[in-house]
């Protein structure tokens, strides 16, 4: 394989990046290689665990199995994008809050896959959020947390308050 | 011998407290109990690191990128077993952008699993390391292999799923006796198939040589000093010239203790190149060469006398643990056999796969599943329900409660189906409802050879530092919560490092070790800063040394109340620095942890499919430091527990000992789709057992899922299932059996 790049430009978060890459990459190659832009996750390179979805004209893709020629020009977000300057996105402030980000290393993923829901359903059902996430998997949380979070964050953008289910203590 | 102080204590849970006195190490801060009010620690604290997560901010080892960094693959066996014949490297090197490749073998050693590393390439970019891969030259004198444990020659002769065969002879006499002399006798076998860690972020490590001599690193690892050791040992370096980096980690459970082959080669790599060198496995040299929890077969044979109490036990195992022939031991739950006469023995069977590694609590699911099991049966002759039967014989006092709080918050009367394999009251005929549970033991409480500093500036800045790592338990937060504690001031003020070998020695994270080892260390370091502290303070005052304390985000001197802050600007522009050190556990109310595990399931006669409803855990341990932390520890376990029991299964090629499903399509992992309602109560004990009275929480909540899950499934259809996973395929056969066997 020879070493020639070509140019291109890729609009992520809202900026547009002209970016020297090799023709072979992937999105996700460039996005972490070239871009420097690693909250996107490498988990599998096979399209199978949802590491490094990001949304492409706002619809998610698992970016590992998208030819990064193919999409330049086109609207991409990434985690890096997903707050809005210092404020964070309610879906990242929920993962904080209830431990929905244990190792952290899926986390991106679930959230920009979660965000895509909560721009077209503001009032997901857990079966709606069940078939959001259904391409990404965690190793950690064991996905309770990651449901409630994205649940609390489809309220808190409604304007609602909204708890958190507690578990229990003993005694408590 | 170090001298000891008597110190008074209440220890226990609500409903069995007690007072004892422990030996207490001189030096040692005063030892939390039940009477001990405590502000931050037991509440829910975020992560401190958790908006690094949340933001893509958090930098894992696979993100490192450094200038220069070459990228490194493994050249890897296609044989089973066999013999390295020959190896030519030399078309390698002078394919585009490689800089270096290195034989991790030589003609005439051994050659023992598929994937077993023979040498190792670094180029400029991957892609490249990767098509250079075809240039390795090697030839094999293959040879015969088993490449499943069930095909060893001493492994056990398998009828319709059951041993046949001898008990082993010896040390039997006593358990023999027992079961004669019982009133009910049962026996049967259970299976277990290999299951891979899958942790998100795979194996791997950045290794930079650097011209000075000294070797830096950054690893996706789960025990930094270990890292430090292996590397430096290998390159024959001393230790204090590596220094090894793991502040975010992708995962571990149990595969990520060490450098491994491909981290050394790493390392070597870089020392010929002078370059960062980049080693990060794929997903499926992640399956297929870094350790799995091992496959075991169990027999048990058992009796219960006629008021049902379990008196004989006798348990043999085999284990499955890869080429080591090593590590494949079962164990399980100790409690239900105090009144009975026990054996238990165990024998691994290599083979020709890759080798088994610790798995979150090694050997205890596998072990639970089967004595869990068989407990199931022992109800049954008894005439027992699973729930009454348990409390007939648990002789753990914190479990007793456990049994009891689970089983009312969990519905056990409802969920449970009295007629085992007939649909519940207003399903349709094809869906059938049971519920199982089980217990959870463990038995670690910490260990002493770690330190912890603590340092207080004069702007107010609280520190904690300690060279262990956080593979996303939390312990970062855990450091945090008890520094804040002893300081009474808020746990979001404590910057904590954790990470870097260049801070005090720390544990590995494993067998639930890290908090009960470094938790007492944290506060101790914190307790003696805090002493620090209050001196200055009052010299600073000309007050009494005695009369300055710590209390509700203030400093309290004689009759002035400082705000923190305000008494750090006395101290000076050298920081208050304390050296926190982990002395011997006390003798404590207990040495073990309780939990249990209650589970909900639906099974769909007409596919085969198992889908858990509910699932709800108890568990203890020792005191709840946080009470998020810790729901998050057991709600991770019971999934990776429920995916143990439904899903997960290594399959290999028997006649290559190739695995065929090595990624995550086929080898499938429970993902959203799969959850289930699902509850944690943490159940909080003073355990006297340390200064914090923590005790380890990562393993025990994941040994009773995959046991009540299977006994769950059982009521439903009726027919106890023995082999896990328990995919769809086992669920028809064993139903099509029974409608034979009609
Ligand atoms: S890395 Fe793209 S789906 Fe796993
Ligand atoms: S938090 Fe670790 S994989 Fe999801």
């Known amino acids: 394989m020879t070493s020639s790049k070509v140019l291109g430009t890729f609009v992520v978060n809202g900026e547009p990046h002209e970016v ?7 999105l996700l190659e460039v996005l972490r290689e070239d871009l420097g832009l690693t909250g996107t996750k490498h988990g599998c390179e096979l399209g199978e665990c949802g590491a490094c979805t990001v949304l492409l004209d706002g619809t998610p893709v698992v970016s590992c199995l998208v030819l990064a020629q ?4 086109r609207a991409i977000r990434t985690i890096e994008g997903l707050a809005d300057g210092p404020d964070l996105h309610p879906l990242q402030d929920l993962f904080a809050e209830l431990g929905a980000s244990q190792c952290g290393y899926c986390s991106a993923g679930f959230m920009l896959a979660a965000s895509e829901l909560l721009e077209r359903n503001p009032d997901p ?4 959020i069940r078939a959001a996430v259904a391409g990404n998997i965690c190793r950690c949380t064991g996905y309770i947390k990651i ?24 005694g408590s | 011998m170090t001298s000891r102080d008597e110190h008074e204590m209440r220890v226990g849970f609500a409903g069995d407290a007690k007072k004892i006195t422990v030996d207490v190490p001189t030096g040692d801060a005063p030892p939390w109990d039940l009477d001990t009010r405590l502000t931050s620690v037991g509440g829910r604290t975020r992560r401190i690191d958790a908006v690094a997560k949340v933001t893509g901010r958090a930098r894992y080892a696979y993100d490192v990128d450094l200038p220069g960094m070459l990228h490194a693959v493994v050249a890897r066996s296609p044989h089973a077993a066999g013999r390295l014949a020959s190896l030519d490297l030399s078309a390698v090197a002078a394919l585009p952008g490689v800089a270096a490749v290195i034989p991790l073998k030589e003609p005439g050693n051994r050659v023992r699993f598929v994937g077993d590393p023979i040498a190792a390439i670094a180029a400029q970019r991957l892609d490249q390391a990767l098509d250079a891969l075809a240039a390795v030259r090697a030839e094999y004198t293959t040879e015969a292999a088993v490449t499943d444990f069930r095909d060893h020659p001493d492994a056990p002769e398998l009828v319709r799923g059951e041993v046949v065969g001898p008990w082993p002879g010896r040390g039997g006499d006593e358990v ?10 049962a026996e049967g076998t259970w299976i277990c198939e290999v299951q891979t860690h899958s942790c998100l972020e795979s194996h791997g490590l950045v290794a930079w040589f650097k011209d000075d001599g000294t070797l830096e690193v950054w690893a996706s690892t789960q025990a930094t000093f270990g ?3 292996g590397l430096a040992s290998a390159l024959e370096l001393p230790e204090e010239k590596v220094r090894v980096h793991a502040e975010f980690v992708g995962g571990g459970f149990g595969s990520k203790f060490g450098a491994d082959a491909e981290g050394v080669a790493a390392a070597r790599l870089s020392r010929l190149v002078k370059c960062p060198v980049k080693l990060m496995l794929s997903r499926f040299e992640d399956h297929t060469c870094a350790g799995n929890r091992p496959s075991a077969i169990i027999r048990i044979r058992a009796g219960i006398d006629a008021r049902g109490i379990i008196t004989a036990w006798d348990y043999d195992a085999w284990g499955g643990p890869g080429y080591t022939g090593r590590g494949g031991g079962t164990r399980h739950n100790p409690t239900y056999f105090t009144r009975a006469k026990t054996r238990n023995s165990h024998r691994d069977l290599d083979s020709a796969t890759d080798a088994g590694r610790a798995m979150r609590a090694p050997g205890w699911p596998q072990g639970n599943f089967a004595m869990e099991g068989m407990v199931e049966r022992l109800a049954e002759l008894a005439g027992m329900d699973g729930l009454a039967f348990r409390l007939l014989n648990d002789a753990d006092p914190i479990r007793q409660a456990e049994w009891r709080l689970g089983a009312e918050r969990f519905g056990w009367e409802q969920r449970r189906n009295p007629k085992p394999g007939t649909p519940r009251d207003g399903d349709p005929a094809h869906l059938l409802r049971g519920a199982g549970l089980a217990s959870a033991f463990w038995g670690q409480m910490g260990g002493t050879g770690n330190q912890v500093t603590c340092r207080i500036h004069q ?20 450091m945090a919560v008890l520094t804040a504690e002893e300081l009474g001031i808020a746990p979001e003020r404590i910057r904590v490092t954790m990470g870097d070998t260049n801070d005090p020695v720390g544990p590995a994270s494993g067998g639930s070790t890290t908090t009960p080892s470094l938790a007492p260390t944290v506060r101790h370091a914190a307790w003696l800063a805090k002493a620090e502290l209050c001196e200055r303070v009052a010299a600073a005052l000309r007050v ?3 009369s300055v304390r710590c209390e509700g985000g203030r400093v309290i001197a004689g009759d002035r109340a400082l705000g923190f802050d305000e008494a750090c600007r006395l101290i000076g522009p050298t920081p208050v620095e304390a050296t926190g050190r982990r002395f011997r556990n006390y003798e404590g109310y207990q040495d073990s942890v309780a939990g249990c595990q209650f589970a909900a399931v639906v099974v769909d006669a007409r596919t085969g499919v198992v889908r858990v409803e509910k699932m709800l855990a108890v568990q203890d341990c020792g005191l709840v430091i946080d009470t998020l932390l810790a729901e998050n520890q057991v709600l991770g376990a019971m999934i990776q527990g429920m995916s143990y029991a439904l899903h997960e299964q290594r399959i290999v090629d028997r006649a290559t000992g190739r695995m065929l499903n090595g990624d995550f399509l086929n080898y499938k992992i429970s993902g959203p789709a799969d959850l289930p309602d699902m509850e944690a109560i943490m159940f909080p004990v003073a355990n006297g057992k340390n200064n914090v009275g923590a005790a380890g929480l990562g393993e025990p909540p994941a040994i009773a899922a995959p046991a009540a899950i299977a006994n769950a499934v059982g009521n439903a259809i009726g027919i106890p299932l023995r082999h896990l996973p328990i995919t769809l395929d086992k669920v028809l056969a064993a139903l099509a059996e029974a409608r034979r066997n009609r």
């Open chain 1, 70 to 73: 193919e999409v330049e020009g």
């Open chain 2, 176 to 185: 023999a006796a027992a079961l004669a002399a019982a009133a009910h006798t």
């Open chain 2, 459 to 478: 702007d107010g800045t609280v520190e904690a530092r300690n060279g262990a790592q956080d593979i996303g338990t939390g312990m970062k937060t855990v």
């Open chain 2, 544 to 546: 009494e040394p005695g």
């Open chain 1, 20 to 26: 020297a890459y090799a023709p072979h990459k992937t």
């Open chain 2, 227 to 229: 890292v430090r050791g």
């Open chain 1, 125 to 128: 059902t857990r079966d709606e």
């Open chain 1, 147 to 170: 449901f409630e979070a994205i649940e609390l964050a489809a309220a808190r953008l409604r304007g609602e308050q909204g708890q958190p289910t507690r578990e229990m203590l003993y």
